[in-house]
């Protein structure tokens, strides 16, 4: 008897549960639309998705590509066998960036990150230019003297 109502309140349950809406809020990142079925997706993402795809870097292994090509002759943390480059969102860009992407294009974020370290470096790569920008300046590998006040100054010898 107890497994009889236990079923039947399975069943009133089920029919009451509505049906699953198509995804339209992307939290700002369309990177995890990119792997739903079309089907799950509103109109609004799937033409966005479409976008993407037909774009000058449809995908997060072309943005990987020329990330590793733009800084194949810059730090040495790039080479390190022990960084790791992954695409972390997908974003729309809100403005144009001269010579870099257009209002409502899309831009793929990487973030370059050591082992045991941490982060190093996050890349921005146009899906319409197919240019790269880097979020932190590069700085060479170089020992900065400490500079001494002028003499009579406060707190000079």
């Keep these: 008897m107890r497994a009889w109502i236990f079923y039947l ?42 976008s993407v795809r037909a774009s000058k870097v449809p995908s997060t292994d072309e943005a990987v590509r020329l990330v590793l090509r733009f800084a194949d002759d810059k730090p040495a943390y790039m080479r390190d066998a022990r960084t790791g480059l992954r695409a972390r969102a997908l974003l729309r860009v809100g403005r144009e960036i001269a010579g870099f992407a257009s209002a409502s294009d899309f831009v793929w974020v990487l973030h370059a990150e050591m082992l045991g370290t941490g982060l190093m470096q996050v890349f921005y790569v146009s899906t319409s230019t197919g240019k790269v920008l ?20 406060r707190g000079s010898p």
């Design 134 to 153: 880097t979020a932190f300046p590069e700085v060479p590998n170089h020992a900065v003297e400490p500079t001494r006040a002028p003499e009579g100054a």
């Design 9 to 50: 309140g399975i069943a009133i349950l089920a029919c009451g549960l509505p049906a699953a809406e198509p995804v339209s809020d992307t939290s700002g990142n369309y990177l995890p639309l990119l792997d739903l079925p079309k089907e799950k997706l509103s109109t609004e993402l799937q033409k966005a998705v479409q």
